[in-house]
C-alpha cells in the first residue's frame, strides 16, 4: 500500500461511540453482532394493529444523555439524544481533551435522513387538536436536521465547522468522507463525525410500507431482515447513532492518541436515473467504489472485506453485486462481504456511520463481522458471503458502502495505519 499525503493529510479514527438496537454502547454492539443476533423485534411504540408493517429494530432503551437537566431533555428530539451518547462515548474512547487551544480546530459533522420527526409529528397533533397556540415554540429548532451537530458543538464548545449531510442513507457515510477530506485540507485538525436517526414513528413506518419497500415478516421479525436471500421481502426500519473521531495522523500522533484505523479513500457520485431505484447494473455504485479506490490510492486487489450497503429489498441487492463485481473482477472471489443490516436492521441516516464502525471494528479485530438470515442465497447475488457465523480473517483494507433514495451514493475504504 502506498499513499502520497503527508502526515497532515492523512485521516484516522481515534474514537468511535454508537448506540444500535444490538446494544446502546460500542462493545455491546459489536459482541452482539459478532454472535449473530438480531435487534429486530415487534413495534413497542405505538399501537401498530392496524399496520401492514408490525417489526422494526429499536434500540433496546431510550437513552439520556448524562449531565442534561430534565428541562433540557424535554427540548430534544431522540434524534439529538442518541446523537450525544454515541459523541460521549467516541469521545471518551479518543481521549481527545478539549480546550480553550484547540475547540476552534475541531469541528462535527453529523447526518440524518429525516431529523426530529417525532417532534413534528406531536406538534401538528397539538396543531390540530389545540389549534396554533399549543404549538410548542421548540418545534423548528427540535426537528431541523442539523440540531444533532448544533447540540454538539454547543455541548462541547467546539468551534469549528458545524455541518449536517442529508443525503438519505448514504449521510453518515457523506458525513464521515467530507469530515476526512476537510482535515485533508486544512480546515481542522479534528471532525467529530457520523449520523443519527430516530424514524420509528407511525408516518415512517406507514410511508414505507405504502412503497412495499419494508419487510412484512411480522411473525418472525428475528428473521425479517435477510440482504441477499431468495425470500428477502424489504427492510427492517432500525433507530440508532454512530459516531467517528478523526483528526490528521499528524495531530494524532502528537498527542499520543490510539489510532484504531486511517479513512484511506472516500467517494461519492449520483445514479440519476429514479427517485428509488438504482440502476439495475449499478452503475453509479460502481462509480463511488472506483473514486474510493482512485483517492485511496490502493487497487482492488488490496481490499479483502466489504461491509455492503445491502437493505434486503429485491431491488436493491443484485445492483450492488453487480457493482461489487465490476470493480473488483475476479478478485471478488476474495473479498469477503458482511452486510449487517440483517443483525440491526436499516438505520437510514445513521446506517453509514454504524457499518464504517463495523468495518473499523473488523480491521482491528481480526472477525468479520455475519450476515445472518442468508439461507437461501439468490443466485444473483453469489459473493463470498460471510454467513450466518463471524469469520476470523486479518484484512489490512475494507470498504463500506452506503448508497441513499435520489441515487446518492457513498463508499468510505478504511484500512490499518502504516507507515
Known sequence: MS???????????????????????????????????????????FDVTDYPVQLAAELPSVPEPPGVLPKELRRMDPVVRYALVAVDEALANSGLEINDGNRTRIGVAIGSGI?????????????????????????????????????????????????????????GSHAIGESAALISRGAADVMIAGGTEAPIVGITVSGFAAMKALSTRNLEPERASRPFDSGRDGFVLGEGAGIMVLESLEHARARGANICAEVLG????????????????????????????????????????VNAHATSTPAGDPPEVHALRRVFGKWIDHVAVSA??????????????????????????????????????DPECALDHVSEKARALQVEVALSNSFGFGGTNATLVFGIVRD
Open 3 to 45: 499513499t502520497a499525503k503527508t502526515p497532515a493529510e492523512r485521516v484516522v479514527v481515534t474514537g468511535m461511540g454508537c448506540l444500535t438496537p444490538l446494544g446502546l454502547d460500542l462493545s455491546s454492539t459489536w459482541d452482539a453482532a459478532c454472535a449473530g443476533q438480531s435487534g429486530v423485534g415487534p413495534i413497542t411504540r
Open 115 to 171: 431529523g426530529g420527526v417525532k417532534t413534528l409529528l406531536d406538534n401538528h397533533d397539538a396543531l390540530t387538536k389545540g389549534g396554533p397556540r399549543r404549538v410548542s415554540p421548540f418545534t423548528i429548532p427540535m426537528c431541523i436536521s442539523n440540531m444533532p451537530a448544533g447540540s454538539v458543538s454547543i455541548r462541547y464548545g467546539l468551534m469549528g465547522p458545524n455541518l449536517c449531510h442529508v443525503s438519505a442513507c448514504a449521510s
Open 266 to 305: 472516500y467517494g461519492a457520485s449520483a445514479d440519476a436515473v429514479h427517485m428509488v431505484q438504482p440502476p439495475k447494473q449499478g452503475d453509479g455504485a460502481a462509480r463511488c467504489m472506483e473514486l474510493a479506490l482512485a483517492d485511496a490510492g490502493v487497487s482492488a486487489s488490496e481490499v479483502g472485506h
Open 340 to 377: 449487517t443490516k440483517s443483525m440491526t436492521g436499516h438505520l437510514l441516516g445513521a446506517a453509514g456511520a454504524v457499518e464504517g464502525i463495523f468495518t473499523v471494528r473488523a480491521l482491528q479485530t481480526g472477525i468479520l463481522p455475519p450476515t445472518i438470515n442468508l439461507v437461501d442465497p
